[in-house]
């Protein structure tokens, strides 16, 4: 894949989620959309394993993922397919960008990503379609060790279960594998463990909402204090 362009990746990312909104509010086809993203995570794993065994391992690969999806949907087992499959996509997408770029959408999009949860709130939306269709496009962690083990149609948001959507990990991971490939391995460190101080920063803030709202915690954007983390973490490098 060629570079890629700023302005081409939000251009995209825009078109892609008119096209989700549109089909789940105006047609509700949301299976359709949970089956695109199905085919995403899919098509991700397929990726990295060809990157690292070839052509063969990909395709027993899809078919696992695949049969995991739809025919042993526990939480531990989708949530390796996922984190799999993520993986797969940021090793492609990351030969395409530099880290610069990276840095704005992810400036960008923890805007946006505020507006679509408190302001249109078309993401709470969207999520809660997805999850009605068993769509599995978020990595899912209990609160509990005999959670990991659970059905996946048992997660429910505050059900003793947090959602962390796939773009609050990949862009992150994005930015990592960038300057890793640019600058160097200790840089890319810097940035992971800021991206991690930005992820236990909300879970903080989550966890403290459930003290103020005992019976109900109302979903929170996950990727600000995470893209924070991870662009404070990016200027450090320039600095030492």
Known sequence: MGEVSVLSFLALFAAVTVLVVVLIRAL????????MFDAAMIIGVANLLWIFFGPSAAVLGA???AVIRYAVPRI???????????????AELSTSLRPTGIAVILAVLAVYDIIAVY??????????????????????????????????PEA???GGFTFLGTGDAVLPALL???????????AATVVGLGAALGLACTHFLFA???HVARERRDPMPALPPIATGALLGYLFTFLT
């Not at 709130?121 to 959670?147: C, N, W, Y």
């Not at 300057?179 to 200790?186: C, F, G, K, N």
Request: charged share 15%; hydrophobic share 60%; net charge positive.
């Open 28 to 35: 509700h086809s949301a299976k359709l959309v949970a089956a």
């Open 63 to 65: 078919a696992g993922a």
């Open 76 to 90: 531990v087992l989708l949530d390796a397919v996922l984190l799999l499959g993520l993986a797969g996509v940021t």
């Open 119 to 152: 302001g249109t709130r078309h993401m709470v939306e969207m999520a809660g379609a997805l999850l009605r269709q068993r769509a599995v496009f978020a990595i899912i962690v209990p609160s509990t060790a005999k959670g990991w083990l659970a059905p996946f």
């Open 156 to 158: 429910r948001p505050g």
């Open 176 to 186: 990592v594998a960038a300057v890793a490939r640019e600058q160097s391995v200790a």
């Open 208 to 210: 403290s909402a459930r």
